[in-house]
Each structure stands twice: as structure tokens, then as C-alpha cells.
């Protein structure tokens, strides 16, 4: 079992930064991908971005060259650093812990409640 929280949303300007983290709990952390997705009012849940186990990569192309993921093995912790921010970048952001490097929801097994973005124009 893995329990994971999400931390660090809020509102921001456009053209601004988070940094939203994800604390896990659990034995063997660092065999998970560690994906990011995010859901808007009326619409459907979608990725964002994954890193994989060994720091490997990998977005949508939404969110390329603004977003980074990036994870700490040793603190049990996923990242995801926001930049250059969007008014449609506005969504509830879900860390979720699975044991493949995918992009589709199906392919985690543990989620995180989530966490409040707001990007005011």
C-alpha cells in the first residue's frame, strides 16, 4: 500500500510559479512512477507528467517547457515545478504512484485527494 498527499496548490497570476509536492508513505517508493495529472471542472482527468524510477521523464505536450517532474527516493517525495502559469492550467492536480510508465489513469494504483491550482488572468 501506498498513501500519498499532495501539497503546495493555490491561485497564482498567469505567468506565474508552483511547486506542488507529494509525500508517500509505503515500503519501495522508489519502484514507482510517480505521475501528475490534473482534472478541470466538467472535463475529464488528464496527464501531465510521469518520472520514472530511475529520474527519466516525460509530458504533455500541454505543459512542455513549463512544467518539471521530479522525484527524491530518499524522501519518499514526488515534484512537480510550475512555470510561466496559465489561466487553463486551472485544475485540481492528483499525484498517483503506479508500477508503469504510463500516461493513461489506468496504469496507477494509488492516488493522492489532490490539490487546488488556480491561475488568475
Known amino acids: 500500500q501506498v498513501q500519498l498527499v499532495e501539497s503546495g496548490g493555490g491561485l497564482v497570476q498567469a505567468g506565474g510559479s508552483l511547486n506542488l509536492s507529494c509525500a508517500a508513505s509505503?515500503?519501495?517508493?522508489?519502484?514507482?512512477?510517480m505521475a501528475w495529472f490534473r482534472q478541470a471542472p466538467g472535463k475529464e482527468r488528464e496527464f501531465v507528467a510521469v518520472?520514472?524510477?530511475?529520474?527519466?521523464?516525460y509530458y504533455a505536450d500541454s505543459v512542455k517547457g513549463r512544467f518539471t517532474a521530479s522525484r527524491d527516493n530518499g524522501e519518499s517525495a514526488a515534484y512537480l515545478q510550475m512555470n510561466s502559469l496559465k489561466p487553463e492550467d486551472t485544475a485540481v492536480y492528483y499525484c498517483?504512484?503506479?508500477?508503469?510508465?504510463?500516461?493513461?489513469?489506468?496504469?496507477?494504483?494509488?492516488w493522492g485527494r489532490g490539490t487546488q491550482v488556480t491561475v488568475s488572468s
Open positions: 498517483a504512484a503506479g508500477l508503469s510508465f504510463d500516461i493513461r489513469t489506468r496504469g496507477y494504483d494509488y
Open positions: 509505503g515500503r519501495a517508493f522508489s519502484r514507482y512512477a
Open positions: 518520472s520514472w524510477t530511475g529520474g527519466a521523464t
